[in-house]
């Protein structure tokens, strides 16, 4: 019941994280240094970043859970798609905000742990982003 009361209470702060400062750096134009993302592009890609998050945060307990019943680890964490990526990369640039962020949602930091797929290692593409909690 306390597990579930928890889980709750974190998917709540994902869907009220100030992410303003994201929201704004994607706007920005990018002679400002910002991205210069139309408005509704935007809000659809934080949105889709707090699933990401809800995402990363179901993993974490299923991770937690695996542990303290001595289950083998459920592998590595989600994967954001490309767009999702960029607000993940945005937020972690804010890194006071981005850590205090982690702390409220998960406890802990959210590590982005990029690998590249063996395949496309002559490409140079960043093929798979995993969170790891």
Do not use: N
């Not at 659809?44 to 695996?66: C, N, P, S, T, V």
């Amino acid at each position: 019941m306390a597990e579930t009361a928890r889980m709750t209470g974190a998917l709540d702060r994902i869907g009220t994280l100030d992410l303003a400062v994201v929201r704004k750096k994607l706007v920005m134009p990018v002679e400002d240094g910002g991205y210069s993302w139309p408005a509704e592009a935007t809000e659809q890609a934080i949105e889709g970043y707090r699933d990401f998050l809800k995402q990363a945060l179901a993993h974490r307990r299923l991770r937690a859970e695996h542990e303290a019943r001595g289950l083998a680890d459920p592998g590595p964490g989600p994967a954001p798609d490309r767009v999702v990526d960029i607000v993940w990369h945005t937020h972690i640039l804010f890194t006071e905000k981005y850590h205090a962020d982690c702390e409220a949602v998960f406890g802990g930091y959210l590590h982005h742990r990029p690998t590249l797929a063996d395949e496309d290692l002559s490409s140079g593409k960043d093929t798979v982003h995993a969170a790891q909690a």
